[in-house]
């Protein structure tokens, strides 16, 4: 089954200690695409302006997304560029031009408004919310956002967490959102609000899962070379979703699953620029990182305890 995925296609202008890249792929659906696509069909909706390299998506439909929701209209497409500090932990915005992003008006095509699976890419909540009401019956609705939404379009926001079972954002934004410093109180406040499931990632240091009743964490990958962290939130959520969908049921074996695919798949994206590492992976290389999760995190616990009893 497709995963319906509604956010931003754009171009990347991205600097790092370690190189640059000038006007590549970029934007959360792309990301989100890139890693979903390793496991699952992805129908993509988005818009693109005249001056974008459509053809450098074919990626994407040969591994079976469906590209036929990505409108095309006059102007230029949404522009960012940024550069990174040496630990690329944090960025400076150089540019930022909206281009005929910013009158984007979500039009769901009628054969993807059956989707049980919908990621909602960081866009403006009004606009989430109107691709909510274009959809028939989704069973996991995902969306994430950022700290622009969080202070400039709150209620609607709030509004939107009532709608959707799943919200996946950095350990910052989930602060801002609940007004609490501590992450599992501010995880709870946003459960209070409606998702069942709360995803806080925390960027190389990996990302928690909250639910009513458990909690699970997976670590970040520890990289030899980190090249561009762009887009390794939306590539973590690709994989997350990517996996559930393959797996057509959210359980808590799938979940935790989901996080260390979502973790790996994170990972890979960051070892080159734009969506070079992404393209070209299978799933052999996805399945041996995984192995590595494992192995990183294993432990046998009857050993650990008898020596204390």
Sequence with gaps: MSILCVGSVALDSVETPFG???????????????????????????????????????????????????????????FWAGRYHYDLNTRDTLDTQLGVFAEFEPKIPDSFRDARFVFLGNIDPALQHDV??????????????????????????????GRVR???????????????ANLLKAARWVQDQGPEIVV??????????FTDDWMFHVPGFPLEEVFDPTGAGDSFAGGF??????????TPATLRQAMVFGSALG???????????????????????????????????????????
């Design 132 to 161: 909510l009401n274009q959809v028939t019956a989704p069973e996991v609705v995902a969306c994430d956002t950022m700290n622009f939404w969080i202070e400039g379009a709150r209620e609607p926001l709030l509004e939107l967490l």
């Design 200 to 209: 806080v990632k925390k960027g190389e240091h990996g990302a928690i899962l």
């Design 20 to 78: 640059k890249a000038d006007r590549v792929l970029g934007g959360s659906a792309v990301y989100f695409s890139a890693a979903a696509t390793v496991f699952n069909p992805v129908q993509l909706v988005g818009v693109v302006g005249d001056d974008y390299p459509v053809d450098e998506l074919r990626f994407l439909e040969e591994r079976g997304a469906d590209l036929s929701g990505i409108e095309h209209a006059s102007g230029k497409s949404f």
């Design 241 to 250: 979703m990517g996996h559930l969908a393959r797996s057509g049921e959210v």
């Design 267 to 309: 990972s890979f994206a960051c070892e080159r620029f734009s969506v070079e590492r992404l393209q070209e992976l299978h799933t052999d290389d996805v399945a041996a990182r995984v192995e590595e999760f494992r192995r990183l995190t294993a432990f046998e616990t009857h050993l650990a305890v008898e020596q204390y009893v």
């Design 166 to 180: 799943i919200l996946m954002v950095n350990d910052e934004e989930v602060r801002q959102l609940a007004g609490q």
